[in-house]
């Protein structure tokens, strides 16, 4: 009989030790992002800064779908998904403080790619929006450079 429960016990711990290596390994294949964080800088009299784009790859030749979003208001993410069949893929990040008090808000980016067994893997992208007063007068004072551009 102690050969049944050691046997038991075995298969247990073999069990045990296979979910933790997967574990360990869809941990391994998450994929990566540059940049790795966002920053922005608005003002109450120019609420909407320059987006920027994130690029994004993933380690399978076959297409795979993913999603983005943004966990706050003010972020806004063009194109929201698609499918990534090529090696990278980018999403524009915008954001608008309009109506937003002066401080500094953080928000968060999540990519999200399906792999070959259907699990979702989901890489963070922290953001930041940093709001200032600003000045109308200091706006309008500003000396601007004036530029002439010639496309054929």
Not at 39 to 53: F, I, N
Not at 81 to 105: F, K, L, W
Request: glycine share 4%; charged share 10%.
């Amino acid at each position: 009989m102690s050969y049944i429960h050691t046997a038991a016990l075995v298969t247990t711990l073999r069990t045990a030790l296979f979910l933790a290596a997967s574990a360990m390994a869809s941990e391994g294949l998450a994929f990566p992002v540059a940049p790795a964080t966002l920053s922005y800088a608005a003002s109450m009299t120019s609420p909407t800064p320059p987006s920027q784009s994130v690029t994004f790859s993933k380690k399978s030749l076959v297409p795979r779908p993913w999603t983005a979003s943004g966990d706050v208001a003010w972020i806004a993410i063009s194109p929201p998904s698609g499918t990534i069949s090529r090696e990278q893929d980018q999403i524009v990040v915008q954001v608008n403080a309009t109506g937003m008090a002066t401080g500094t808000y953080s928000g968060t980016v999540r990519i999200a790619i399906t792999d070959k067994n259907d699990r979702v893997q989901v890489t963070p992208v922290p953001v930041t929006l940093t709001v200032t007063a600003g000045s109308a007068t200091a706006t309008a004072t500003a000396t601007v450079t004036p530029s002439i551009l010639l496309n054929p």
